[in-house]
């Protein structure tokens, strides 16, 4: 479980493996992920995750699992820690745009709810 403040920032994290291939072995990585604690999930996570839970410390799956957090942090904070429309008082790009389909600059979605950032598509 893992609790996250509204920068981003880890302030509670433990690991439960209830299924694993090596019984005994494999849950003994989960109290690594307390490493995590700290952290931000939007300031170089992945990279920080990687260090405090190397290759052989912490479990790999888990690990995996977690390079996702950042990523489900910005879709569960949607409307909470950045808008998700353009009220005209932007003054930067906002980070999800063309990191995926639906936010692409050229679709529809920007066109109607950030349209300062919509880019009309090349036919």
């Known amino acids: ?6 920068q981003g920032c880890v302030t509670a994290a433990t690991a439960d493996m209830k299924a694993v ?3 005994g072995s494999c849950q003994a990585a989960a109290d690594d992920y307390a490493l995590l ?3 931000n999930l939007f300031d170089g996570f992945r ?6 839970i190397g290759s052989r410390q912490g479990c790999s799956h888990l690990s995996d699992m977690a390079l996702m957090l950042p990523t489900l942090a ?3 904070f949607a409307g909470v820690i950045y808008p998700v429309r353009d009220d005209g008082t932007q003054t930067q790009r906002p980070p999800p745009l063309d990191r995926c389909r639906g936010l692409g600059s050229d679709g529809e979605a920007v066109r109607q709810f950030f349209p300062r950032w919509f880019q009309k598509p090349v036919d």
């Open 37 to 39: 604690v700290g952290l």
């Open 74 to 76: 910005i879709q569960s």
């Open 1 to 6: 479980m893992l609790t996250v403040d509204t």
């Open 47 to 52: 990279a920080r995750l990687r260090e405090r």
């Open 21 to 23: 291939p090596f019984d």
